[in-house]
């Protein structure tokens, strides 16, 4: 069992990191700037704080805390775009952190026992990453759907919107492309 090292201004800038990613708001420039530069700085810190370890223990740290600076930088930019390409690169790079952590954590093991916490990890890992790809799926078929009710809605709107005349036409038209995004 590995020990886990978090400090308070790591679990501060979690919170706070899980708190914007919460309010789906997306980021100024001067403040994604000046976030990406506190969250590398954070980390070299942690990075540094797993020198007073060895072995097997440093290297889980300090693999952690790349792993955590990763996702960190991921989220932040995932929080300035708000585009589903960086959510999926945040996705990512939360798996990939795991992952490394559990293989690192395999190094003080020998022989089979250490073939068989690789492959554990492994598994792990690859069963995550289906599950992302299958959830990516899922959603790209929830907006297809939600896009051709859409147009299906707004055709029948449309269609209403024939039976009236002049201003009243116009405005029930209107009304039905922004109600149903057209």
Do not use: W
């Not at 792990?124 to 939600?146: F, P, Y």
């Amino acid at each position: 069992m590995t020990k886990r090292i978090f400090t308070p201004r790591l679990v501060c800038a979690l919170v706070l990191a899980g708190m914007a990613g919460a309010a789906s708001a997306n980021l100024t420039k001067p403040v994604y700037s000046t976030a990406k530069d506190q969250v590398k700085a954070m980390f070299k810190a942690e990075r540094d704080n797993c020198d007073k370890l060895s072995g097997t223990a440093k290297d889980v740290c300090v693999e952690r805390a790349k792993g955590q600076e990763k996702v960190a930088l991921a989220h932040l930019e995932y929080q300035y775009t708000g585009t589903q390409k960086d959510r999926n690169d945040y996705l990512e790079a939360r798996l990939e952190a795991r992952y490394q952590v559990a293989k690192e954590a395999c190094g003080d093991k020998a022989g089979n026992a250490k073939d068989v916490c690789i492959a554990d990890a492994k598994a792990v890992h690859d069963k995550a990453r289906a599950d992302l790809k299958a959830s990516k799926a899922i959603a790209e078929v929830q907006n297809d759907q939600m896009e051709a009710k859409l147009k299906a809605d707004y055709q029948a709107a449309n269609e209403r919107c024939d039976a009236l005349a002049g201003d009243a036409k116009d405005s029930c038209q209107a009304s039905a492309k922004a109600r149903y995004f057209q």
